[in-house]
Nanobody
Framework: QVQLVESGGGLVQAGGSLRLSCTASGSGFSINAMGWYRQAPGKQRELVALITSGGSTNYADSVKGRVTISRDNAKITVYLQMNSLKPEDTAVYYC??????????WGQGTQVTVSS
């Protein structure tokens, strides 16, 4: 079983930056892609960014140019560097890992709040 532990959320003013981290632990697993979703109150969960094991990335249009996803395969950790944050970035951010056969593991979520 895989556990994903997130860190780095918090309260920041508009225009500020945050870096989220997510580390996978467990045994007997392999990971293809890792990434982040977010869910704001009253809204559906949406993909923010993902990175494959080969390093290919994909971003939501709403965060392109402001967010960078990176991955340390040795540490089984994915990072989300968020700059120029906006109040509309306020949400709970969830880390996920995609395993073979498209199974998914999820983190517990970390709150990001951007004040105007």
């Amino acid at each position: 079983q895989v556990q994903l532990v997130e860190s780095g959320g918090g309260l920041v003013q508009a225009g500020g930056s945050l870096r989220l981290s997510c580390t996978a632990s467990g045994s007997g697993f392999s990971i293809n892609a890792m990434g982040w979703y977010r869910q704001a109150p009253g809204k559906q969960r949406e993909l923010v960014a993902l990175i494959t094991s080969g390093g290919s990335t994909n971003y939501a249009d709403s965060v392109k140019g402001r967010v960078t996803i990176s991955r340390d395969n040795a540490k089984i950790t994915v990072y989300l560097q968020m700059n120029s944050l906006k109040p509309e970035d306020t949400a709970v951010y969830y880390c996920y890992a995609q395993h073979p056969f498209s199974t998914l593991s999820w983190g517990q979520g970390t709150q990001v709040t951007v004040s105007s």
